[in-house]
């Protein structure tokens, strides 16, 4: 048995139960990658209850829904700000105009709990700005702030999850293919 970190025992949940596995839009699981008709792996986060950077992001994805700005006030006031006025009328009102980092606080909170969520957000966060960062080419450093806010609010479901899922992968050190991602049901 490894020794349990510090840093591994704050990812913990502490609790006495863990989470029952969570599943992706593809039936996989969002901890592993197993397809639900089959066992989890050893090493799974909804086993051992020790959840990472990588789980919030996949976890988060099927979440988004539930922190849309429905108004629409949000988005418009950032697009607007943007210069991207049209593209708010082109595109209409199903893009964009989610709340991330809320999603992702909410996905953690219920993951590991409370007292362990922040930490692990911020972290899964900053993972995430360089990620989108270095996908969107060099920002400016006082954009980095934004740049998770933005990416939320101005793209679509399927981006964002496929932003989110790469991140993981990129953390996880594996491979990822958009073109096995397939479809989120909006
Ligand atoms: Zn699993």
Known sequence: MPETTAHDHERHTGRATTPVAEYDHNDNCVGCGTHRNAPCRPACPFGT?????????????????????????ARAFVLRELGCVEWTVRRGQRHGGYHLRS????????????????????RAREFLIDFLVVEWGAAPQPMRVLVVYLHGMTADLQDIGLSLYAAAARLD??????????????
């Open 49 to 73: 209850g020790v959840f990472d950077e990588s789980t919030i992001l996949r976890a988060t994805v099927r979440r988004l829904s539930d922190h849309r700005v429905i108004d629409g006030q």
């Open 103 to 122: 999603a992702m606080v909410a996905t953690a909170v219920e993951l590991v709990g409370e007292t362990h969520a922040t930490s692990l957000v911020e």
């Open 173 to 186: 050190g594996d491979d990822f293919n958009a073109e096995d991602f397939g479809e989120i049901d909006g």
